[in-house]
């Protein structure tokens, strides 16, 4: 959901009506069961998955956001790295559109063979981490995750936290051939942001600024940062955006 006053006021009916809805959920889970998006397929098997969010599955509203942005402007110029796997649905729609391999990370364990059936039964070439991506070599980092697979995070405390390996930029093989970086990841997307610097060879950036986690000082800096690095805003989709650089 998007997390400014706007939304509240006229999107907040629409969302619980449609987008998470456990009526609907508990139709799509029990009955459709699988996600079907255009000639895609992907199998949700697991468990931690809200009942009511199934209901997106069901309307297409799943990642309306990044799906919206991510079907506008990727292309074959894009080779992308997607931090935040989840399903693998916006994996595959980014190697779709493009036709290159992808760079997948999800620091999920437990999700990591439903993405990765995902990705084969959509004959996406890829390779997947289960690690946390950094820039440079730093103390690995403790995430908290949550009975919904969506929230995992490093600043929406549960009592569940997990300790996640690092793994250096430099340390992954033609990282340098990657022009394009896309986040979901929850409110950690300050970090490659306000250190997009440090990664130099990415053009294109798509990301979700997460209103809840993220306050207006940190996301003005974000703004500031991006113009600073010659980056551009080209569109956006409610909390999604996408900046171009140079």
């Not at 009916?13 to 508990?26: L, Q, R, S, V």
């Not at 009975?147 to 430099?170: C, G, H, P, Y």
């Amino acid at each position: 959901m998007v997390f400014n006053l706007f939304t509240k006021i006229v999107l907040s009916p629409i969302y619980y009506i449609i987008h998470h809805n456990y009526f609907f959920g508990f139709i799509h889970k029990f009955i459709i069961k699988d996600f079907y998006y255009k000639n895609l397929k992907f199998e949700l098997k697991i468990k931690s998955i809200p009942l009511q969010n199934y209901a997106g599955f069901l309307f297409k509203t799943y990642e309306y956001n990044d799906r919206k942005l991510i079907e506008r402007h990727i292309n074959s110029k894009n080779r992308s790295i997607v931090l935040g796997g989840g399903l693998g649905f916006i994996p595959v729609l980014t190697y779709k559109f493009s036709g290159n391999k992808i760079l997948v990370f999800e620091i999920n364990k437990k999700i990591i063979n439903n993405l990765k059936k995902n990705l084969i039964k959509n004959n996406a070439k890829f390779k997947i981490y289960n690690y946390n991506l950094v820039y440079k070599k730093t103390k690995n980092k403790y995430f908290f995750f949550s009975k919904d697979f969506l929230a995992t995070s490093s600043k929406i405390r549960t009592s569940k936290k997990v300790l996640i390996k690092n793994l250096e930029k430099n340390k992954i093989k033609d990282f340098n051939k990657y022009n394009t970086l896309i986040l979901d990841i929850e409110g950690d997307e300050d970090y490659y942001i306000l250190n997009i610097k440090k990664f130099t060879k990415i053009k294109y950036l798509f990301f979700e600024l997460h209103y809840n986690i993220i306050d207006k000082i940190k996301r003005e800096k974000i703004m500031y940062v991006l113009k600073k690095n010659n980056f551009k805003l080209i569109d956006k989709c409610f909390n999604s955006y996408y900046f171009v650089r140079g």
